[in-house]
T-cell receptor, first 112, second 115 residues
Framework: QKEVEQNSGPLSVPEGAIASLNCTYS??????FFWYRQYSGKSPELIMS????GDKEDGRFTAQLNKASQYVSLLIRDSQPSDSATYLC????????????FGAGTRLFVKA | EAQVTQNPRYLITVTGKKLTVTCSQN?????MSWYRQDPGLGLRQIYY???????DKGDVPEGYKVSRKEKRNFPLILESPSPNQTSLYFC??????????????FGPGTRLTVT
C-alpha cells in the first residue's frame, strides 16, 4: 500500500516565524511532489511542485526534497495569519500528476 | 479565467438511484482526475484520465465509473450509490510544463449525501 504520511497537527506558529511542514512517502518510484493549501470549506490549491532533490523557492515558500530519505518538506517564511490552513502533501508516480496519493494534511495556525 | 466547474454542488439522494456529477475545465488540460475527501482520510483518488478515451483507476474506484469523450469534460457516475459514498467530491485538471511548473486546478467540490 503506497502511503504518504503527514503530522496532522495542529502546528501553531507566531506571526513572522518560519513554519515547517513535513511529509514522508513510501513509494521509491515517486517522481513528482506537490504541496497544496486548503482553506476550511474551500478547494485545494497548488502552491509548490518539486521533482528533483534539493530546494525550490517561490516567494515565501520553499519546498525541499530528499529522495534517498523519501522526505519532502515545505517551509513558509514570515508566516502570516492568512497562511492558516491545512497543507496537503501529494506524491505522484509520473510528471503531470497521474496516479496521485495525498497525505491527510497538516493544520497550520499562525497566531497574530 | 481558468476554471474547473462541477455540478451539482450539493446532492442528497437515496441508495441505488443512479447519479452523475459533471466536471468541465476550460484550460485544454489533458489530465483530469476525481477525488473524494473524507475526515481523517484526506483526499483519495477515484479515477484519472490522461487524455480523451484514456482513463485509469485510482486508489478507490469501486462503485464509480467515468468517461472522457471530450477533452474538457470528465463526468463521475455512481450507478448504484450507497451510504458509504457519502463524501465531498473534487474534480481536478492539470498540465505539466515538462517538469518546470505544474498547473493544477480543483473544482469547487460536490457534497454528496446518500441515505
Amino acid at each position: 500500500q503506497k502511503e504518504v504520511e503527514q503530522n496532522s497537527g495542529p502546528l501553531s506558529v507566531p506571526e513572522g516565524a518560519i513554519a515547517s511542514l513535513n511529509c514522508t512517502y513510501s513509494d521509491r518510484g515517486s517522481q513528482s511532489f506537490f504541496w497544496y493549501r486548503q482553506y476550511s470549506g474551500k478547494s485545494p490549491e497548488l502552491i509548490m511542485s518539486i521533482y528533483s532533490n534539493g530546494d525550490k523557492e517561490d516567494g515565501r515558500f520553499t519546498a525541499q526534497l530528499n529522495k534517498a530519505s523519501q522526505y519532502v518538506s515545505l517551509l513558509i517564511r514570515d508566516s502570516q495569519p492568512s497562511d492558516s490552513a491545512t497543507y496537503l502533501c501529494a506524491v505522484s508516480l509520473n510528471t503531470g500528476g497521474f496516479k496521485t496519493i495525498f497525505g491527510a494534511g497538516t493544520r497550520l495556525f499562525v497566531k497574530a | 479565467e481558468a476554471q474547473v466547474t462541477q455540478n451539482p454542488r450539493y446532492l442528497i439522494t437515496v441508495t441505488g438511484k443512479k447519479l452523475t456529477v459533471t466536471c468541465s475545465q476550460n484550460m485544454n488540460h489533458e489530465y483530469m482526475s476525481w477525488y473524494r475527501q473524507d475526515p481523517g482520510l484526506g483526499l483519495r483518488q477515484i479515477y484519472y484520465s490522461m487524455n480523451v478515451e484514456v482513463t485509469d483507476k485510482g486508489d478507490v474506484p469501486e462503485g464509480y465509473k467515468v468517461s472522457r469523450k471530450e477533452k474538457r469534460n470528465f463526468p463521475l457516475i455512481l450507478e448504484s450509490p450507497s451510504p458509504n459514498q457519502t463524501s465531498l467530491y473534487f474534480c481536478a485538471s492539470s498540465f505539466s510544463h515538462l517538469r518546470g511548473r505544474e498547473s493544477s486546478y480543483f473544482g469547487p467540490g460536490t457534497r454528496l449525501t446518500v441515505t
